[in-house]
């Protein structure tokens, strides 16, 4: 599933992944390949355990493979110390969890600028990323609540906001529709698809629920560590993409989440 074309934004070639010691070693990852073009929306599905979170902390900085390298454009990403990677993690990367990780303390507003303000942009456009950004994501009137005053749903999309603000060139998602509640989370999807056509936003999400996969563009299903089956949306109508997921999780043990 790799692709040598150097115009692929990412380019995951040969990567294993092993947690414990001699006497008891669980491969996480094993040997996966795969390529992500500036501008997808790529979708990861598998059962518990299939290997998808470990594979979103590799893509994401957080944890380290244990062989195989990732490349971002020309840059590989194994080969950096702590200090290059937070670095880059900073520039280059925007995340967003299933459990919004905001600043109680910090109203919906400050959440946003703060990533913004750890890096010295001046106020004036501190202030227009800001307001930007809460338009884009249509919570513009809650700017100034707290989020314990505000939805699950608004709070997510303050995350999605806080992620974006940096113009990351890659979003990675976390399981983003695991705590909402139906509508909230097509409106959140809603979004991540005007963030991927409109602002050319590129996505990686992670998730184990049908419905939020057939927003997706491509998905790359994992089994047991590696990469399974893929399957490409192309001009598909979303009902018909789904069916096909539920399809290919019927047969990796996924579980086969189609509630809303």
Excluded: W
């Amino acid at each position: 599933m790799s692709n040598p074309n150097k115009n692929n934004y990412i380019r995951v070639c040969d990567i294993e992944k092993y947690y414990g010691n001699a006497s008891n070693v669980t491969k996480a990852i094993d040997r996966v390949s795969f390529h992500v073009e500036k501008g997808e929306f790529v979708g990861v599905m598998g059962a518990s355990g299939s290997g998808k979170t470990t594979l979103l902390n590799v893509l994401a900085t957080i944890d380290r493979v244990t062989a195989g390298h990732i490349y971002y454009e020309d840059t590989d990403i194994t080969e950096m110390n702590e200090d290059k990677l937070s670095d880059f993690r900073k520039k280059n990367l925007g995340f967003v969890f299933q459990e919004y990780n905001l600043l109680d303390t910090l109203t919906i507003e400050e959440n946003i600028v703060l990533a913004l303000t750890l890096q010295d942009r001046g106020k004036k456009e501190i202030q227009e990323e800001s307001t930007r950004m809460l338009k884009l994501l249509r919570i513009e009137d809650i700017r100034d609540k707290f989020p314990y005053q505000v939805s699950g749903g608004q709070k997510q999309r303050c995350a999605c906001a806080r992620a974006l603000v940096n113009h990351p060139k890659l979003l990675l998602a976390d399981e983003p529709t695991g705590a909402l509640d139906s509508r909230s989370a097509q409106t959140l999807l809603e979004t991540f698809t005007d963030l991927n056509r409109n602002m050319g936003a590129t996505i990686l999400m992670v998730t184990h629920d049908a419905f939020s996969a057939s927003y997706c563009s491509r998905i790359l299903f994992l089994k047991d560590g590696k990469i399974f089956h893929e399957l490409v949306r192309g001009d598909a109508p979303g009902r018909s993409f789904l069916q096909d997921i539920l399809d290919v999780l019927s047969l990796t043990g996924g579980e086969l989440s189609d509630a809303r």
